[in-house]
């Protein structure tokens, strides 16, 4: 070995600590991003409305936070999701006044701790130092990991790591221990575990890595009943926390997955047969092995057509898939004795990955870099094994090509750093690197259109369309653009394409018939407009889901028996929405019961006490009352808030002058 290398490898705490800070430094450009993708909507204490988020905007009792599923934050949605650490740990660093930065910080600091960790859980399989260090290093490196360490709402896969390996590693210290010792390891084990689970829900595999980290790191699990004597301690140690576990996530979020489902943007494989959801999904599964292997370009969406179903097994696709896993798993048993590491390495990748395949079942998502963090800690870990175990005269050349490809993968990580600095960052990076994905070129061709590129939004409209002509996004901002550019009949044939979008889109097609509503009136086609603001009532989710323009619509151009039927039906659908005392106060307005238009204006604003056009509608109607001094204050107060939109204060001065 070289003097150099010699030197290095008597001081291995030193080149671990080079390593963590070397991968940390490479996050550090992170800590100047904002809020992008999901982190606004979990992570930061105002919704992109504007709104308080319910649950991280100022710190709630401890309880609230095991009580509620993981988006409740958001303006109270519905998610089988239940991940209740992550968001006590986003409030605590809003309470403090951190922001962004401090989200940022805390996700570099874990990861540098994750770091750390898989060094010591490739030592406690058997690993050498130096190989446990190289392992490290390559776990540390992947650029797999920007979306989990850039990204703010990473902290559920970084916390369910970070505590699943400290559980892990106290399982196999406690199976290596005397039976005196065993108890304090396992309690710790078993807490921890908690804490992973609570962390997200995925952290149940590591009881499958911790087992197989027992079966080969003591001597006592040689013979099968020493096996089975672990097995059931390991039970032991995760049953208790597994079960208060589902009782809480049960008590938070119930059957919320049966009533949410998933969204057909996210995991289109979910509306598939199942037999060609598992044929996709195992090729998709091979994908996920490239991409820890080789994370370029990445993606933070990989949307419905970037994958191409499997519909037969004789695809290619699939039998090459099915060919590598079964080589993987056949591999790993292999290995068991002779080669423990590499058996607990193909564990690690599988136990987590699996079920992240929607093979097993559906999941959230076709596809997540985010979902390959902790699988990515078995390649790491297989890699530096097989390096360790090479030729010496290969030494050099493997050596050379390792550090290669961590060089290759932080300059990445530098790169797609500022890629989540903001939504527009992300969305005009992603839509470079995966030109498939529907929802972020739709995305980006709004971005276009805000900025004056109308030619180039179209332009990227179209091919939204030429991939997924049922794109139910793409549809609804196309017609509204071109409505916008008063191209009537071309937003007609749009908009009527988007009514025929199948269910499982959720084409919310009250929503297109909004938009036809407004096409109609600012075409001067009041009979159609009409006909549209009927058609939108009568779909049921415009009852779950009312607009605010059907609302003065339905006011002005219905009868006040038709338009206060809606309300009462809409009433009995959704009791709390503002949506119907607002209705109803339009209606006594419009009648010249001014009073209770008042009143019901002043029960909307109890509930949106920022709500710019309500406010313009009560200063109105007090004004048309008499009430000249009290609307002279509203409409000077709605004249001179910035805040308010610029239209809205042009009214408030209109009026002021009438007045």
């Given at each position: 070995?070289?003097?150099?290398?010699?030197?290095?490898?008597?001081?291995?705490?030193?080149?671990?600590?080079?390593?963590?800070?070397?991968?940390?430094?490479?996050?550090?450009?992170?800590?100047?991003?904002?809020?992008?993708?999901?982190?606004?909507?979990?992570?930061?204490?105002?919704?992109?409305?504007?709104?308080?988020?319910?649950?991280?905007?100022?710190?709630?009792?401890?309880?609230?936070?095991?009580?509620?599923?993981?988006?409740?934050?958001?303006?109270?949605?519905?998610?089988?999701?239940?991940?209740?650490?992550?968001?006590?740990?986003?409030?605590?660093?809003?309470?403090?006044?951190?922001?962004?930065?401090?989200?940022?910080?805390?996700?570099?600091?874990?990861?540098?701790?994750?770091?750390?960790?898989?060094?010591?859980?490739?030592?406690?399989?058997?690993?050498?130092?130096?190989?446990?260090?190289?392992?490290?290093?390559?776990?540390?490196?992947?650029?797999?990991?920007?979306?989990?360490?850039?990204?703010?709402?990473?902290?559920?896969?970084?916390?369910a790591f970070c505590f699943g390996a400290v559980a892990t590693l106290a399982f196999v210290r406690g199976a290596r221990s005397a039976a005196g010792a065993r108890l304090g390891a396992w309690t710790l084990a078993s807490g921890s575990f908690a804490l992973a689970l609570f962390?997200?829900?995925?952290?149940?595999?590591?009881?499958?890595?911790?087992?197989?980290?027992?079966?080969?790191?003591?001597?006592?699990?040689?013979?099968?009943?020493?096996?089975?004597?672990?097995?059931?301690?390991?039970?032991?140690?995760?049953?208790?926390?597994?079960?208060?576990?589902?009782?809480?996530?049960?008590?938070?979020?119930?059957?919320?997955?049966?009533?949410?489902?998933?969204?057909?943007?996210?995991?289109?494989?979910?509306?598939?047969?199942?037999?060609?959801?598992?044929?996709?999904?195992?090729?998709?599964?091979?994908?996920?092995?490239?991409?820890?292997?080789?994370?370029?370009?990445?993606?933070?969406?990989?949307?419905?057509?970037?994958?191409?179903?499997?519909?037969?097994?004789?695809?290619?696709?699939?039998?090459?898939?099915?060919?590598?896993?079964?080589?993987?798993?056949?591999?790993?048993?292999?290995?068991?004795?002779?080669?423990?590491?590499?058996?607990?390495?193909?564990?690690?990748?599988?136990?987590?990955?699996?079920?992240?395949?929607?093979?097993?079942?559906?999941?959230?998502?076709?596809?997540?870099?985010?979902?390959?963090?902790?699988?990515?800690?078995?390649?790491?870990?297989?890699?530096?094994?097989?390096?360790?175990?090479?030729?010496?005269?290969?030494?050099?050349?493997?050596?050379?090509?390792?550090?290669?490809?961590?060089?290759?993968?932080?300059?990445?990580?530098?790169?797609?750093?500022?890629?989540?600095?903001?939504?527009?960052?992300?969305?005009?990076?992603?839509?470079?690197?995966?030109?498939?994905?529907?929802?972020?070129?739709?995305?980006?061709?709004?971005?276009?259109?805000?900025?004056?590129?109308?030619?180039?939004?179209?332009?990227?409209?179209?091919?939204?369309?030429?991939?997924?002509?049922?794109?139910?996004?793409?549809?609804?901002?196309?017609?509204?653009?071109?409505?916008?550019?008063?191209?009537?009949?071309?937003?007609?044939?749009?908009?009527?394409?988007?009514?025929?979008?199948?269910?499982?889109?959720?084409?919310?097609?009250?929503?297109?018939?909004?938009?036809?509503?407004?096409?109609?009136?600012?075409?001067?086609?009041?009979?159609?407009?009409?006909?549209?603001?009927?058609?939108?009532?009568?779909?049921?989710?415009?009852?779950?889901a009312p607009l605010d323009s059907l609302v003065l619509p339905t006011a002005v151009m219905l009868p006040a028996d038709e338009a206060l039927a809606i309300a009462e039906a809409g009433e009995r659908a959704l009791p709390a929405s503002p949506s119907w005392p607002l209705l109803?106060?339009?209606?006594?307005?419009?009648?010249?019961?001014?009073?209770?238009?008042?009143?019901?204006?002043?029960?909307?604003?109890?509930?949106?006490?920022?709500?710019?056009?309500?406010?313009?509608?009560?200063?109105?109607?007090?004004?048309?009352?008499?009430?000249?001094?009290?609307?002279?204050?509203?409409?000077?107060?709605?004249?001179?808030?910035?805040?308010?939109?610029?239209?809205?204060?042009?009214?408030?001065?209109?009026?002021?002058?009438?007045?």
């Amino acid at each position: 070995m070289p003097a150099p290398l010699a030197a290095l490898a008597s001081r291995p705490r030193l080149v671990l600590a080079a390593v963590i800070v070397l991968v940390s430094t490479a996050y550090a450009p992170s800590l100047a991003n904002g809020y992008a993708l999901d982190d606004a909507l979990l992570a930061s204490p105002l919704l992109p409305d504007g709104r308080p988020n319910l649950m991280t905007s100022q710190l709630r009792p401890l309880p609230d936070y095991f009580t509620h599923g993981y988006w409740h934050g958001n303006a109270g949605e519905a998610s089988p999701l239940y991940r209740p650490l992550p968001i006590l740990g986003f409030a605590i660093g809003n309470a403090l006044g951190l922001g962004a930065l401090g989200h940022h910080l805390g996700n570099v600091v874990l990861h540098a701790v994750a770091v750390a960790l898989a060094f010591l859980l490739a030592r406690a399989v058997g690993m050498r130092q130096m190989a446990a260090i190289l392992a490290a290093a390559l776990f540390g490196s992947s650029a797999i990991h920007s979306e989990v360490v850039a990204g703010i709402v990473g902290r559920a896969e970084l916390l369910a790591f970070c505590f699943g390996a400290v559980a892990t590693l106290a399982f196999v210290r406690g199976a290596r221990s005397a039976a005196g010792a065993r108890l304090g390891a396992w309690t710790l084990a078993s807490g921890s575990f908690a804490l992973a689970l609570f962390s997200k829900e995925s952290a149940l595999a590591w009881s499958v890595l911790a087992l197989a980290g027992a079966a080969i790191a003591a001597p006592r699990a040689t013979t099968k009943d020493a096996l089975r004597a672990h097995a059931l301690a390991l039970l032991a140690v995760v049953l208790p926390p597994l079960v208060v576990f589902v009782a809480l996530r049960h008590a938070a979020v119930g059957d919320a997955g049966a009533h949410v489902g998933v969204k057909y943007l996210a995991n289109p494989l979910a509306y598939l047969d199942a037999g060609t959801r598992v044929r996709t999904g195992m090729t998709i599964w091979a994908f996920g092995l490239f991409k820890c292997l080789w994370p370029w370009p990445l993606s933070a969406d990989y949307g419905p057509v970037t994958f191409t179903p499997v519909a037969s097994a004789g695809d290619p696709r699939f039998l090459g898939a099915l060919m590598l896993w079964l080589a993987v798993l056949v591999g790993a048993g292999l290995c068991r004795r002779r080669r423990p590491v590499l058996f607990v390495a193909a564990v690690c990748f599988v136990a987590f990955s699996l079920p992240v395949t929607n093979v097993l079942f559906v999941i959230g998502t076709t596809f997540g870099e985010r979902l390959y963090f902790t699988p990515s800690l078995g390649i790491a870990l297989a890699v530096a094994e097989l390096a360790s175990r090479s030729p010496p005269r290969w030494h050099r050349a493997v050596g050379a090509m390792l550090a290669a490809w961590m060089v290759v993968n932080l300059a990445i990580v530098l790169l797609r750093n500022g890629a989540w600095a903001n939504d527009t960052a992300l969305t005009l990076a992603d839509a470079e690197s995966n030109p498939r994905s529907v929802r972020v070129l739709d995305e980006k061709a709004r971005h276009l259109r805000t900025h004056g590129d109308a030619a180039g939004a179209e332009a990227l409209w179209r091919r939204v369309l030429e991939l997924d002509p049922d794109a139910i996004e793409a549809l609804t901002n196309y017609g509204t653009f071109l409505a916008e550019c008063g191209r009537v009949q071309e937003a007609e044939r749009i908009f009527s394409r988007a009514l025929a979008v199948p269910d499982e889109r959720r084409p919310l097609r009250h929503v297109t018939y909004a938009n036809l509503l407004a096409l109609y009136e600012r075409a001067g086609r009041p009979e159609d407009a009409r006909a549209a603001l009927r058609a939108a009532w009568r779909e049921p989710e415009a009852m779950r889901a009312p607009l605010d323009s059907l609302v003065l619509p339905t006011a002005v151009m219905l009868p006040a028996d038709e338009a206060l039927a809606i309300a009462e039906a809409g009433e009995r659908a959704l009791p709390a929405s503002p949506s119907w005392p607002l209705l109803r106060a339009y209606v006594a307005h419009r009648n010249g019961d001014f009073d209770a238009a008042i009143r019901r204006f002043e029960q909307v604003l109890a509930a949106q006490p920022d709500h710019a056009f309500v406010r313009l509608a009560l200063a109105s109607a007090h004004l048309d009352a008499g009430h000249h001094d009290v609307a002279s204050g509203m409409l000077r107060g709605l004249r001179e808030d910035p805040r308010v939109p610029a239209d809205i204060r042009a009214r408030a001065a209109g009026l002021l002058q009438r007045k």
